[in-house]
């Protein structure tokens, strides 16, 4: 449909509009990289503050009037910090890989593009990264809301000295992909077991007949799909891209609202940042009631709890049959309420460990 004389002058005061907005906007980013420059000058290049950079990201929420939605407005925010933050303390994260995970995904949501992203092998291995130095921080999965905890990363807050930093709650697409065109072509279907199990509906009622195959991540199943003529794989979007397939069908997840839950493990937590979380890993002692009477302190103190797990108490000595209970709390451990209950828990409990205080995920 051709213009009108009058859209097309309108059209072209509109687009003068926007480049000198965009124009604007370019200053206005590098005013705010020098800023940041000088932060990290005088704060000799440690400026990564988890705990300021979720006040930003909260203070875009409450400021977003539209029409930019609000999450791609944090997102946006997002990345720029993660630019200005590359001038002065270039980073590495450590992540569950290889590329193309749903790890991979969370590292990216809560850092930026900037950071140098470190794949490795196995959850184990990025804990290993960040305390040996080779990574300022790593991106591990701790829970699925259908699946439930992942055993290997609470075992390893227990037995390490790194602290959680951080999270970020990523909801899980599952996305059916191949080098194919259709449904009807497909012979294979390769997957983690997790997200074999989170799609079984869909996949009975839909592929009931084709084979399914469990392997070490979804990653590695897009990779075979890509190999192997004839073989799908279910797996994120990342993964498609990055291995050039086809999604052929997409949200296959049998709970639209299915999310994973990472943590971002440091050598340190973070201060205050106005809503936050407290994670710790407790024992008790031996005698009736003992449960009751570790979470007392919290209940006296108002603090709420949101999250309570037990697991065997693997690395502290104990029977085979000792457990340890990982705990997550309302409110930084700094916060008065918090730190009385804390201390209070200390004096009735068998073992204490506090894991970190973090900013709630914003989005």
């Not at 705010?32 to 990201?57: C, S, T």
């Not at 992942?150 to 992909?177: W, Y």
């Amino acid at each position: 449909m051709s213009e009108t004389p009058e859209q097309s002058a309108e059209l072209a005061q509109l687009r003068a509009g926007i480049d000198a907005l965009d124009t604007e906007l370019l200053r206005l980013i590098n005013e705010r990289a020098k800023l940041a420059q000088r932060v990290g000058q005088i704060k000799n290049g440690a400026i990564y503050r988890p705990e300021r950079e979720a006040q930003v990201l909260r203070r875009v929420a409450e400021r977003n009037s539209g029409p930019m939605p609000l999450e791609s407005a944090q997102r946006i925010v997002r990345e720029i910090m993660s630019a200005c933050l590359a001038l002065e303390q270039p980073l590495t994260v450590s992540y569950l890989g290889p590329a193309g995970t749903y790890s991979e995904s969370a590292a990216r949501k809560h850092f930026g593009g900037a950071p140098t992203l470190q794949a490795c092998p196995a959850i184990d291995d990025v804990f290993r990264a960040v305390e040996s130095g080779n990574a300022h921080y790593g991106v591990v999965p701790v829970e699925n809301s259908t699946e439930g905890a992942v055993g290997r990363s609470l075992d390893l807050l227990l037995s390490t000295s790194l602290q959680i930093c951080g999270e970020v709650n990523l909801p899980i697409h599952h996305n059916l992909m191949g080098a194919l065109d259709s449904l009807p072509a497909a012979k294979k279907v390769y997957s983690h077991a997790q997200s074999l199990g989170q799609c079984h509906e869909w996949l009975n009622r839909n592929l009931p007949n084709v084979p399914r195959v469990s392997v070490a991540s979804n990653a590695e199943a897009a990779r075979l799909a890509a190999a192997e003529e004839g073989a799908c794989a279910i797996a994120g979007e990342a993964a498609a891209e990055l291995y050039k397939l086809n999604i052929l069908a997409a949200n296959i997840e049998d709970d639209p609202q299915n999310t994973t839950r990472f943590v971002i493990v440091a050598d340190h937590d973070a201060a205050p940042s106005g809503k936050d979380k407290t994670s710790l890993v407790c024992s008790t002692l031996n005698r009736p009631g003992a449960v009751h009477e570790m979470l007392g302190p919290l209940a006296r103190n108002g603090v709420s709890m949101s999250h309570f797990e037990s697991r065997p108490a693997k690395g502290l000595g104990g029977s085979r049959w000792e457990y340890v209970f990982y705990i997550d709390i309302d409110g930084h451990r700094l916060d008065p309420a918090v730190a009385k209950a804390l201390g209070e828990l200390r004096e009735v409990a068998g073992y204490v460990k506090e894991l970190g205080s973090y900013p709630v995920a914003v989005y």
